[in-house]
């Protein structure tokens, strides 16, 4: 994590970003998705940035390149993170066999 400045000059306490980082996320999400594993982590954003390519029909490939891995791991690690889209999947899966 980078190094933050705190009130007082010096590092800021890993404690108080997590404080910060909870109060910025329950301010700005949905109760939903304060309970879902979405940007739970600041981390999460990259979690969040995959899932959302993923979402929007951008190829695992294209997205793995993105992130500097394999596909393997994309899939294993990020796409579960996604918000929602089952209706998206449905219709997608209904207009392929239909």
Known sequence: MRELPGLH???????AYDRWWKLTRE???????????LV??????????ASLRLNAGVPPTEVARRLGHG???????YAGCGDGGDD??????????G
């Open 9 to 15: 000059g010096g590092r800021l306490s890993e404690s």
């Open 71 to 77: 596909v393997a791991v994309l899939l294993r690690v």
């Open 27 to 37: 301010k700005s999400q949905t109760e939903s998705q304060v309970a879902s594993p």
């Open 88 to 97: 998206t999947m449905n219709d997608k899966i209904g207009d392929a066999l």
């Open 40 to 49: 739970r982590r600041p981390y999460g954003l990259r979690h969040a940035a």
